[in-house]
């Protein structure tokens, strides 16, 4: 019988009480003491691709199966797993058989489906609403079905077809509301996937698996990919912590691992396993007898491996694909590289037009608190013939404190200046065509050098200063008028942080700016003062707020310093850092108005859930993940007010937004924005 929202009868009764039971498990098992502790796992998988084209090399992690002869590929591992709480976790590999080239690691966003927390809101990091916890209960139907007197089957159903809910079935402890096992099935990120896991028996190991079990197929384009993985968990050691045996370099070690991998193994390889591994342990056997043998002068080889190094695995793979590389002898240091030329990086907006952005990562860690980082974010606006960079370097001293020494740089950003504009209109004659001389916009280059400390989980102080080059856009033009082309400021800066609630609540933030007239060749004096005010209310099943309500003013302005440049209220060109890159920001409010008022008052609000308007209808629910809406107002003293209204949603394959402008009363104008999302997880 299926549960409804309400529950009148003996039997729905009964069915409720062993519901309320399963929601119930996961608080009464102690769960203090899983940090610090470890177990070993046995894992395997096989790949086979069905049909595949060469779209398929642009796909992240997939390079490795997309070309080549080979279309069936496997690989075995056995792991320790050292625990830092539920959910955190290190893997050390100690045995590793990899039979992609090259040992790639391919279809790696599968990994996160061996770790499931099933008893929390979302199952897979932060992803697909589970059945098996009281938040979701509306967005399901249950049917229980007795088999004996202990155990009883559960089949669950999504109510709406939706890409963040799940069907399935569960082996269920009457007494206690212990899942025994469970199957998942569900699509999420282009995965249509069948989980089979079976849980520990007692204590904190029932609520983790000891077995998992996935089917799973990937389709894209054309190309078609099935794949199949099994994990082992709570396995003994077997002696290999003592072993070095990872990356074999050599037939004999290549044996012992062959040799160790059949020991641990907890069930037969299928026929198609062992022949991809027969042909693997063939084909290397064969490479150290031809590489004994082989009489080819050194010279000349090095030469062959290195131009299929460069031009096929370099060009190739890290052109369309990312580049992720570790360094130093314990791997302290990493390097991330967004693709080259992947056109799935791609955004489009009213405003900018066509945009490609670009993203580098770079760090190295000397001890776990004390690291040194450095980034490019990057963007080039086809419509507005720009690139904008920004480039953030960190030292972080006291990672505990977040401590840090940072240098920000930040190039291409345009700055509007209405004051430019009205002394030329006062000084030059009637025939020149200012709006084409664009003499009322120059680009902005900024650099912000500052220390920041925490003194407590409540408090931050940040002190610094920053630099300002404008430049005109027309340089030439600005000079044939005999008026300035480069304005410069030096400020030293004041920021103090006051998070009420700690990390996990609103943040405060006030900020203050002078800028002094002769300071390392400045030729701006002004003071500026800012509070901001942000806060994500996390609600249940996916669901939550964003807020943000902040206003600045400057108290002081000298009358040759033209340009009003807020920190808090500007035009975003490479965004990110909220849930969406869209919330906390104005898309349609023209460039020219965030530098055109001495003060501003702004608020927006966003708020975003799984299943809220479009999601409801049973063919688009079954691909849009979240849904969001956006309302945002600003008051300055030519906009009293400017309020904007968004609608957007996300898919496996892009986010979609559409905006209403409304100033003074009065209907501005409707844009659009879209954003690739297609493998931003992977």
């Known amino acids: 019988m299926f549960l409804q929202a309400t529950q009148l009868f003996g039997r729905e009764s009964a069915d409720t009480v062993l519901l309320n039971r399963i929601f119930n498990y996961a608080q009464t098992i102690d769960t203090t003491s899983v940090e610090g502790s470890y177990t070993y796992a046995y894992h395997r998988f096989f790949i ?85 916890n009281r938040a979701n ?136 396993e062992e022949k991809v591994f027969e042909r693997y342990y063939d084909d290397v056997l064969q490479r150290y007898e031809r590489a004994a043998l082989d009489t080819v002068p050194e010279e000349v080889k090095r030469k062959k491996n290195l131009a299929k190094y460069v031009f096929w695995d370099i060009l190739g793979d890290h052109v369309l694909n990312r580049i992720k590389s570790k360094f130093g002898s314990n791997d302290q240091g990493y390097l991330r590289i967004s693709p080259i030329l992947n056109p799935l990086y791609l955004g489009y907006s009213d405003r900018r037009g066509l945009t490609y ?112 080059n404008r430049q005109a856009i027309k340089p030439k033009a600005f000079k044939m008028l005999g008026f300035e082309t480069r304005f410069r400021s030096a400020a030293p800066r004041l920021e103090v942080q006051y998070r009420p609630l700690g990390w996990s609540g609103p943040i405060v933030t006030l900020d203050y700016e002078r800028g002094i007239k002769g300071f390392l060749k400045s030729n701006s004096e002004y003071e500026r003062w800012e509070i901001d005010g942000s806060y994500i209310h996390r609600l249940h099943s996916l669901r939550s707020i964003s807020m943000r309500l902040g206003a600045g003013m400057y108290t002081r302005k000298q009358a040759e310093n033209y340009f009003l440049d807020f920190t808090n209220f500007r035009e975003n060109n490479i965004p990110g850092g909220w849930n969406d890159d869209w919330s906390g920001e104005f898309e349609l409010l023209r460039s020219a108005w965030y530098n055109s008022s001495r003060y501003y008052i702004r608020a927006n609000g966003t708020y975003e859930s799984p299943l809220l308007l479009a999601s409801r209808i049973p063919w688009c629910g079954h691909f849009i993940e979240i849904e969001r809406l956006y309302l945002g107002a600003v008051m300055a003293e030519e906009m009293k007010p400017y309020i904007e209204f968004g609608y957007g949603f996300k898919t496996r394959l892009a986010s979609l937004g559409a905006f209403v402008g409304n100033k003074n009363g009065r209907f501005e104008r409707v844009g659009v924005r879209f954003g690739f999302e297609l493998f931003r997880k992977w």
């Open 48 to 132: 086979s691709t069905d049909k595949r084209n060469a779209i398929l090399l642009a796909v992240p992690t997939m390079y490795g199966v997309a070309h080549g002869g080979a279309r069936k590929f496997a690989g075995e591992f056995f792991e320790k797993i050292n625990f830092h709480g539920i959910g955190k976790f290190e893997m050390v590999p100690l045995l590793d058989v990899n039979t992609i080239p090259h040992r790639r690691r391919t279809l790696t966003t599968l990994l996160k489906y061996f770790t499931p927390e099933i008893y929390e809101v979302t199952i897979i990091e932060g992803n697909m609403l589970s059945p098996f």
């Open 137 to 272: 209960r509306h967005f399901y139907t249950y049917k229980f079905i007795n088999l004996s007197s202990d155990i009883v089957k559960l089949v669950f159903k999504a109510r709406i077809d939706n890409t963040q809910l799940l069907s399935g079935r569960a082996m269920i402890d009457k007494h206690t509301g212990r899942i025994v096992s469970t199957e998942l099935y569900g699509e999420h990120d282009m995965i249509r996937f069948r989980l089979s896991l079976t849980m520990g028996e007692e204590g904190l190991k029932s609520l983790l698996p000891i077995k998992c079990e996935l089917k799973s197929r990937f389709r894209f384009i054309g190309s078609q990919i099935s794949a199949s993985y099994i994990y082992h968990y709570d396995l003994p050691d077997f002696g290999c912590d003592s072993l070095a045996l990872r990356y074999g370099v050599n037939a004999a070690n290549d044996s012992l691992i062959k040799e160790k991998l059949a020991e641990i193994r907890t069930e037969p390889l299928t026929k198609d």
């Open 357 to 468: 952005k670009f993203d580098v990562r770079c760090g190295y860690s000397f001890t776990p608190n004390r690291d040194i980082t450095i980034r490019l974010k990057a963007g080039y606006s086809f419509k507005q013939k720009q690139l904008f960079y920004y480039i953030p370097f960190r030292f972080n001293y006291n990672k505990r404190r977040h401590a840090h020494i940072a240098i920000d740089f930040d190039h291409g950003r345009h700055i509007y200046n209405s004051d430019v504009k009205n002394k030329v209109d006062e000084t030059i004659i009637d025939s020149l065509d200012i709006h084409n001389l664009q003499l009322d916009y120059f680009r902005d280059t900024h650099l912000n050098i500052y220390n920041n400390y925490d003194i407590s989980d409540q408090w931050s102080f940040n002190a610094g200063f920053s630099f300002h």
